[in-house]
């Protein structure tokens, strides 16, 4: 979906609508969920030299963070999860990578089962995105599509090392 320049206006002109679109990145004109993960990578570099307690933390902070700026977005929007929201796509790349092992590898890997697991939408992620409304069901789905991923990456992680 394009946006026009009054709805480029309308998520710029309130801090909510910069923090949902992932400062920006939800704003490319193509593959915003990816261009979003891509991006999520940059502060997870930073992310996974915390300890455990305090990413999952920061996870969960930006997840409350993001509700709340989503909601504001889809009601000034007047769009049910429109594509220019991405800090849900932040928070399931990182919950994704959450445990993985060292390695850039291990985050190539991990951003692909994420965007995998977030496309491909599987139970209960499905369920998820079509009966969680809101900015609670923007987030949800994208946090169980991490989940997931997360789970998948460490069961190959697990297998191969």
């Given at each position: 979906m394009?946006?026009?320049?009054?709805?480029?206006?309308?998520?710029?002109?309130?801090?909510?609508?910069?923090i949902?679109?992932?400062?920006?990145?939800?704003?490319?004109?193509?593959?915003?969920?990816?261009v979003?993960?891509?991006?999520a990578?940059?502060?997870?570099?930073?992310l996974?030299?915390?300890?455990?307690?305090?990413?999952?933390?920061?996870?969960?902070?930006?997840?409350?963070?993001?509700?709340?700026?989503?909601?504001?977005?889809v009601?000034?929007?007047?769009?049910?999860?429109p594509?220019?929201?991405?800090?849900?796509?932040f928070v399931?790349q990182?919950l994704?990578?959450?445990?993985a092992?060292?390695?850039?590898l291990w985050?190539?890997?991990g951003?692909?089962?994420?965007?995998?697991?977030?496309?491909?939408?599987?139970?209960?992620?499905?369920w998820?995105?079509?009966?969680?409304?809101?900015?609670?069901?923007?987030?949800?789905?994208?946090?169980?599509a991490?989940?997931?991923?997360?789970a998948?990456l460490?069961?190959?992680a697990?297998?191969?090392?």
């Amino acid at each position: 979906m394009s946006l026009s320049a009054a709805q480029r206006r309308t998520i710029l002109g309130h801090p909510a609508g910069w923090i949902a679109s992932g400062f920006g990145a939800g704003l490319s004109p193509l593959a915003p969920g990816t261009v979003g993960s891509a991006v999520a990578l940059l502060p997870y570099l930073w992310l996974r030299e915390l300890p455990p307690g305090i990413y999952l933390g920061v996870v969960l902070a930006v997840f409350v963070l993001g509700a709340w700026a989503s909601r504001v977005l889809v009601a000034r929007l007047r769009l049910e999860d429109p594509g220019c929201i991405v800090v849900d796509e932040f928070v399931g790349q990182w919950l994704a990578l959450a445990l993985a092992p060292p390695g850039w590898l291990w985050i190539v890997v991990g951003f692909l089962l994420f965007r995998l697991f977030d496309i491909w939408k599987p139970w209960p992620v499905s369920w998820t995105d079509r009966n969680v409304g809101g900015g609670l069901g923007v987030m949800l789905d994208d946090a169980l599509a991490g989940l997931m991923a997360g789970a998948a990456l460490a069961a190959l992680a697990r297998a191969v090392q």
